[in-house]
Nanobody, 124 residues
Framework: QIDLVESGGGSVQAGGSLKLSCTVS????????LGWFRQVPGKEREGVAT???????TYADSVKGRFTISQDHAKNTLYLQLNSLKPEDTGMYYC??????????????????WGKGALVTISS
């Protein structure tokens, strides 16, 4: 069993920054992919970023250059640094994990575990 718990959501003005954290526990040695996806009301879930074993990262075009995914192996924690935020970045952000290697376009269909989410609200 894998447990994922997000933290760090909040409300900021456009142009601001936030950092999301995700604590991963359980049989983490089996995980090949960690990532983030988001859900905006009325829209489909969107993969935001992934990081696989070896540190290779992929990003959605909509966030490339603004968001950075990273992990701290010692703390079993995944991060998502969100910079230059826009109102359209508003949504629930979920931490996700997969037992195989996935890039950001495969995350939604491939992920095996996910957390309960953290709300990010960007005001104009």
């Amino acid at each position: 069993q894998i447990d994922l718990v997000e933290s760090g959501g909040g409300s900021v003005q456009a142009g601001g920054s936030l950092k999301l954290s995700c604590t991963v526990s359980g049989y983490i040695n089996y995980l090949q992919t960690l990532g983030w996806f988001r859900q905006v009301p009325g829209k489909e879930r969107e993969g935001v970023a992934t990081i696989i074993s070896g540190g290779y990262t992929t990003y959605a075009d909509s966030v490339k250059g603004r968001f950075t995914i990273s992990q701290d192996h010692a703390k079993n924690t995944l991060y998502l640094q969100l910079n230059s935020l826009k109102p359209e970045d508003t949504g629930m952000y979920y931490c996700a994990a997969g037992l195989s290697n996935y890039d950001v376009s495969q995350l939604i269909s491939g992920m095996d575990y996910w957390g309960k989410g953290a709300l990010v609200t960007i005001s104009s």
